[in-house]
């Protein structure tokens, strides 16, 4: 509670807890990019480097567009889990 309160100001204070945050974050959300790379047809070197070479539009296009929605996905279930451990250890 006393991190949300924190991100709730705006002061230098919460930029910097939310840009922690993001940081701690990113290693989760990179997972996501072999699914992304499954469904959108790669092969698996082609999206392991972030250059697609012979992907051709499914590199260009459609695996930014996946990773996109995978992330978003995943962060909004990160969030959930948030909310539901919150909300259980409120009640105690």
């Known amino acids: 509670m006393v991190l949300v309160k924190i991100l709730k100001r ?5 930029v910097l807890i939310a840009i922690l945050l993001a940081i701690i974050i990113q290693p ?3 997972t996501t990019s072999r699914l992304a ?16 070479p012979g992907a051709g539009w499914k590199g260009e296009y459609l695996y930014p567009v996946v990773l996109a929605i995978l992330e978003v996905i995943l962060l909004e279930i990160l ?8 909300g259980s250890m409120k009640k105690k």
């Open 10 to 14: 705006r002061d230098a204070a919460s």
């Open 28 to 30: 989760v959300l990179a």
């Open 37 to 52: 790379g499954n469904i959108a047809g790669l092969k698996s070197g082609q999206y392991a480097s972030g250059v697609f």
């Open 79 to 86: 969030v959930w889990i948030y909310v539901l451990a919150t």
